[in-house]
């Protein structure tokens, strides 16, 4: 799957990486020129992946709330907007679309279940730590 489905879980998003590189690729059609973009090209996607875990890191570590508070920010609004979704039908008799904000919750409820299964698995912190050489 690539760097981008192996360590950011990207999914559909890595395919479409993918896909958009196997076209660049396509353009060359020297063995060695299409081997160094593509060196380039995974040199390029590897420093993308290492900042966002450093940010990701800093954010982690940092005890302000300004930085490290929005990820349980956007998990209250969430809540709250989710709240508002099933309330409006009783208060106003219609409907409301739901979709966005479901779309959302689920996968931020999502994620945070991953996390929770590593820590019941016994992966710890400091052994995401570890592996990531922090």
Do not use: C
């Not at 450093?54 to 005890?63: F, K, L, P, V, Y």
């Amino acid at each position: 799957m690539g760097i981008f489905g192996d360590v950011t879980g990207l999914g559909a998003a890595a395919t479409a990486v993918e896909k958009i590189t196997d076209k660049i690729l396509s353009f060359f059609p020297n063995a060695e020129q299409k081997a160094e973009v593509a060196k380039q090209i995974n040199d390029l996607t590897l420093a993308i992946v290492n900042n966002q875990s450093a940010t990701n890191t800093a954010e982690a570590n940092t005890g302000s709330l300004f930085l490290a508070g929005w990820r349980p920010f956007v998990g209250w609004v969430l809540a709250i907007g989710f709240t508002y979704s099933l309330a409006w039908p009783i208060v106003h008799g219609q409907p409301i679309d739901k979709e966005t904000i479901n779309t959302m919750l689920w996968g931020m409820l999502g994620l945070g279940t991953w996390r929770t299964a590593d820590k019941i698995g016994g992966v710890a912190t400091a052994a995401i730590k570890k592996v990531l050489g922090r």
